[in-house]
């Protein structure tokens, strides 16, 4: 009797320790309104990559905040940049437009507006960088369809090698046609906003060398999943190409047995000329593995492996100067908030706050949300073990009578 109560004891309690619950607390809110809360590498690991497990409160009230998941993508911002007109002349049927390029911007592609016009022309670019000495950089470039339906003018484009000369010369050829009236040339600046990655930190990381297949395999691991978007190698050896994949462990069942295998998950090739940083789809996994096909040279010098994860947010509305904790905890349930109805469009108008001191802290059955007491895991067991009391009785009894019959 004794055995199967401690048994039964000994499985409550592993599953009171199954579950965790971690808090962290949102540092200072400078101003009142909607806020993006970043969501470290140990929080995403900590929900396992689902915002359903998180919940905002005030650290006073203990009343909880609604919130809703936000991504920020790559946002491209397009800016007209204006070459002003330095000179203007026409000299053997050749109209020649000279502009400036004060700042020395790197240019590769040179944008003009012209009045609209049924003729073609043929044009010729040049660079000069004191507007004496001039040096050819595109001839004959042929410029058609010059008419717009809906504008008086047209939007025209002339490709040239990547150059920053200080001046510009545009010459049309007239000799065919009367000249066309150019009303302005410039370049389009497009201003990339790309997410800043974060780098994980806290895994490790082995190195086997596989003669037989010519291969270097290096293990990653992480003491729970993490995202990952992004990996980085330091490389000191030199004159090196190889192939390279990611593999990541799955498990897949064939005739109801379990089979353990590597999948590849993502290619690629590194090479002493290029800067060997890659990009690919996000992947949450607690362990890779990178392939190096070495053939018949000696093993890379990897200096460093870096590993990187693309932020991710859930947006709040907070009030200044008060004090948020941010917890998490499996045992939660996807939560139903009239936030996600008035997510903003611009980003413009939004501050972003962190989490700082992150710890797992106690177990979950202590804070998890209210349940009534038949729906708690202390309902559960105790009916457990109640059960296996009466069974071990009445089993204990039958032995009992058994014994005595024979």
């Given at each position: 009797?004794?055995?199967?109560?401690?048994?039964?004891?000994?499985?409550?309690?592993?599953?009171?320790?199954?579950?965790?619950?971690?808090?962290?607390?949102?540092?200072?809110?400078?101003?009142?309104?909607?806020?993006?809360?970043?969501?470290?590498?140990?929080?995403?690991?900590?929900?396992?990559?689902?915002?359903?497990?998180?919940?905002?409160?005030?650290?006073?009230?203990?009343?909880?905040?609604?919130?809703?998941?936000?991504?920020?993508?790559?946002?491209?911002?397009?800016?007209?940049?204006?070459?002003?007109?330095?000179?203007?002349?026409?000299?053997?049927?050749?109209?020649?437009?000279?502009?400036?390029?004060?700042?020395?911007?790197?240019?590769?592609?040179?944008?003009?507006f012209i009045a609209?016009?049924?003729?073609?022309?043929?044009?010729?670019?040049?660079?000069?960088?004191?507007?004496?000495?001039?040096?050819?950089?595109?001839?004959?470039?042929?410029?058609?369809?010059?008419?717009?339906?809906?504008?008086?003018?047209?939007?025209?484009?002339?490709?040239?090698?990547?150059?920053?000369?200080?001046?510009?010369?545009?010459?049309?050829?007239?000799?065919?046609?009367?000249?066309?009236?150019?009303?302005?040339?410039?370049?389009?600046?497009?201003?990339v906003n790309f997410?800043?990655?974060l780098e994980l930190?806290?895994?490790?990381?082995?190195?086997?060398?596989?003669?037989?297949?010519?291969?270097?395999?290096?293990?990653?691991?992480?003491?729970?999943?993490?995202?990952?978007?992004?990996?980085?190698?330091?490389?000191?050896?030199?004159?090196?190409?190889?192939?390279?994949?990611?593999?990541?462990?799955?498990?897949?069942?064939?005739?109801?047995?379990?089979?353990?295998?590597?999948?590849?998950?993502?290619?690629?090739?590194?090479?002493?000329?290029?800067?060997?940083?890659?990009?690919?789809?996000?992947?949450?996994?607690?362990?890779?593995?990178?392939?190096?096909?070495?053939?018949?040279?000696?093993?890379?010098?990897?200096?460093?492996?870096?590993?990187?994860?693309?932020?991710?947010?859930?947006?709040?509305?907070?009030?200044?100067?008060?004090?948020?904790?941010?917890?998490?905890?499996?045992?939660?349930?996807?939560?139903?908030?009239?936030?996600?109805?008035?997510?903003?469009?611009?980003?413009?108008?939004?501050?972003?706050?962190?989490?700082?001191?992150?710890?797992?802290?106690?177990?979950?059955?202590?804070?998890?949300?209210?349940?009534?007491?038949?729906?708690?895991?202390?309902?559960?067991?105790?009916?457990?073990?109640?059960?296996?009391?009466?069974?071990?009785?009445?089993?204990?009894?039958?032995?009992?009578?058994?014994?005595?019959?024979?």
């Amino acid at each position: 009797m004794k055995k199967i109560i401690s048994l039964f004891a000994f499985f409550l309690f592993q599953g009171l320790l199954a579950q965790e619950m971690a808090i962290g607390e949102i540092n200072e809110v400078k101003q009142s309104g909607l806020q993006l809360v970043l969501l470290s590498p140990e929080i995403i690991a900590a929900t396992n990559n689902n915002s359903d497990y998180i919940r905002i409160t005030n650290a006073k009230s203990g009343a909880e905040m609604p919130f809703a998941s936000y991504a920020i993508n790559e946002t491209f911002k397009k800016s007209w940049i204006d070459f002003p007109l330095v000179s203007k002349s026409k000299n053997d049927s050749v109209s020649s437009y000279v502009i400036s390029n004060a700042k020395q911007l790197k240019i590769n592609e040179l944008f003009m507006f012209i009045a609209n016009s049924s003729v073609s022309k043929n044009v010729n670019v040049s660079g000069s960088n004191d507007g004496n000495e001039w040096f050819g950089l595109v001839q004959n470039y042929s410029l058609y369809n010059l008419m717009d339906s809906k504008l008086a003018q047209v939007e025209k484009n002339i490709v040239l090698p990547l150059n920053n000369y200080k001046f510009l010369k545009i010459d049309f050829d007239d000799k065919k046609s009367l000249p066309v009236a150019a009303k302005s040339f410039g370049m389009y600046q497009t201003k990339v906003n790309f997410v800043t990655r974060l780098e994980l930190e806290n895994f490790n990381k082995t190195t086997q060398l596989d003669a037989s297949k010519k291969e270097s395999l290096i293990y990653i691991s992480f003491e729970k999943p993490h995202l990952i978007s992004r990996i980085d190698f330091d490389i000191r050896s030199d004159l090196y190409f190889r192939n390279a994949r990611i593999l990541v462990n799955r498990e897949r069942k064939i005739k109801n047995k379990s089979q353990k295998y590597q999948d590849e998950f993502f290619s690629f090739v590194l090479n002493s000329k290029t800067k060997n940083s890659f990009e690919f789809p996000e992947i949450f996994e607690k362990e890779i593995i990178i392939e190096i096909d070495n053939q018949d040279n000696p093993p890379l010098g990897i200096e460093n492996i870096k590993l990187f994860q693309t932020p991710k947010y859930i947006i709040a509305n907070l009030k200044q100067n008060e004090t948020y904790e941010i917890k998490v905890s499996t045992a939660y349930e996807k939560p139903s908030y009239d936030i996600v109805n008035f997510l903003p469009k611009e980003l413009d108008s939004l501050s972003i706050v962190t989490v700082e001191n992150f710890n797992i802290i106690q177990n979950e059955a202590e804070i998890a949300e209210p349940k009534s007491f038949w729906q708690t895991q202390w309902f559960l067991w105790s009916a457990i073990i109640l059960a296996g009391i009466i069974i071990g009785y009445f089993a204990l009894g039958l032995l009992k009578d058994v014994d005595k019959k024979g």
